[in-house]
């Protein structure tokens, strides 16, 4: 349990109240079914920050899920008349960590099970939930899953939700790896780690520009219409946004060097072959900052500013949010990377 509540819960909940975490945790020491599954989340999760693909770590893994399913049954079984936070929570939390072993297929049977849960524990504890923050929280647990499930493309082609192909999504989470590996080799000068990040680079930047390609699906095309063709340029944003982030963060290239330029650039085309208050601009936050961030081109950045401000004008909080903090990042003319440097000054950003 001290891996679950030092290294997964404030991943798995990075801004979510003391409070939840607590609680739940409380509760999973006197709840065997929340425990194995908070200990089967937690061994699952230690053994891909370690890197640990032993058979002994996937048995242990699977040891604590299957207690923590075989609790849960015996407990919904006998239980006639009123379900708990802590059943509930399980079943999230046994849901979650299929999310993060990657058992797509499995999971969404399991959220519909979770649905139900939900849905019957809620019907029973109608008048009190509403004030009772913790059960707040579970909800939005299974809201955050509950979307995920929706962000179901067809395969290569790209999402009418999120706005690019969802074969992009392992490419960005093995850059947020990299990104990772090499904050922590930067201090050991480990020559064979460092060429094994540049040989993982160098695989992820070419699986990444095949994406290039990906096309928007004929339904999304007949149902959306011009809405639909400017998907394939926030698709294009994002595919060179992952590899301006390629670039600087993990290969740690100037702004002035050809790849980045082209990063750039590829975003800013993006960026005018969408119209300029169309909704599609709403999806590009994260490559319109990201590109702002790494030009120092009057030109550029005006395009940035611009199209910025047309989502803020509409209301887009983010947007907003995200305009002041790019020029506070612009007027300081500082050299470290936008991450680096908010991170630096206690500020947060969420790029969606």
């Known amino acids: 349990m001290h891996i679950f509540g030092t290294e997964t819960a404030p991943r798995l909940f990075p801004a979510a109240p003391d409070l939840f975490l607590q609680r739940m945790i409380s509760a999973s020491l006197e709840t065997p079914h929340l425990l194995y599954a908070l200990l089967a989340v937690?061994?699952?999760?230690?053994?891909?920050?370690?890197?640990?693909?032993?058979?002994?770590?996937?048995?242990?893994?699977?040891?604590?899920t299957n207690l923590a399913?075989?609790?849960?049954?015996?407990?919904?079984?006998?239980c006639s008349e009123k379900l708990?936070?802590?059943?509930?929570?399980?079943?999230?939390?046994?849901?979650?960590?299929?999310?993060?072993?990657?058992?797509?297929?499995?999971?969404?049977?399991?959220?519909?099970?979770?649905?139900?849960?939900?849905?019957?524990?809620?019907?029973?504890?109608?008048?009190?939930?509403?004030?009772?923050?913790?059960?707040?929280?579970?909800?939005?647990?299974?809201?955050?899953?509950?979307?995920?499930a929706g962000l179901s493309g067809h395969?290569?082609?790209?999402?009418?939700?999120c706005g690019y192909s969802l074969e992009l999504v392992p490419c960005l989470t093995q850059l947020s790896r990299l990104v990772y590996q090499q904050h922590i080799i930067a201090g050991i000068q480990d020559e064979i780690s460092q060429r094994t990040v540049s040989q993982d680079t160098n695989y992820l930047e070419d699986k990444i520009r095949l994406l290039l390609g990906s096309s928007i699906s004929d339904t999304t095309l007949r149902s959306k219409k011009e809405l639909a063709l400017e998907l394939q340029y926030t698709h294009c944003a994002f595919v060179h946004a992952a590899l301006l982030h390629l670039h600087r963060r993990v290969q740690k290239l100037p702004i002035s060097h050809p790849k980045v330029r082209a990063d750039v650039t590829g975003i800013i085309h993006a960026i005018v072959n969408i119209r300029?208050?169309?909704?599609?601009?709403?999806?590009?936050?994260?490559?319109?900052?990201?590109?702002?961030?790494?030009?120092?081109?009057?030109?550029?950045r005006a395009v940035?500013?611009?199209r910025m401000a047309n989502m803020q004008s509409l209301g887009m909080g983010n947007f907003t949010r995200a305009r002041e903090?790019?020029?506070?990042?612009?007027?300081?003319?500082?050299?470290?990377?936008?991450?680096?440097?908010?991170?630096?000054?206690?500020?947060?950003?969420?790029?969606f």
């Open 84 to 148: 708990s936070t802590e059943t509930v929570a399980t079943a999230m939390a046994l849901c979650t960590n299929d999310v993060c072993n990657g058992n797509m297929h499995v999971w969404r049977t399991h959220l519909g099970g979770v649905r139900q849960l939900l849905n019957a524990f809620l019907l029973r504890e109608k008048p009190c939930w509403v004030q009772d923050s913790y059960i707040q929280s579970l909800v939005k647990w299974f809201m955050t899953l509950d979307l995920i």
């Open 42 to 64: 937690a061994c699952s999760h230690h053994s891909r920050l370690v890197q640990d693909t032993s058979s002994s770590s996937k048995m242990s893994c699977l040891k604590f």
């Open 69 to 78: 399913i075989s609790s849960l049954r015996f407990t919904i079984s006998g």
């Open 304 to 306: 940035i500013q611009d």
């Open 276 to 300: 300029p208050f169309s909704a599609a601009n709403i999806l590009i936050l994260w490559p319109v900052f990201s590109a702002g961030c790494e030009t120092a081109i009057h030109n550029e």
């Open 325 to 351: 903090l790019l020029n506070r990042f612009w007027t300081s003319e500082t050299s470290l990377p936008w991450d680096a440097y908010f991170a630096q000054l206690g500020l947060e950003l969420v790029l």
């Open 155 to 161: 395969h290569g082609h790209i999402d009418d939700v």
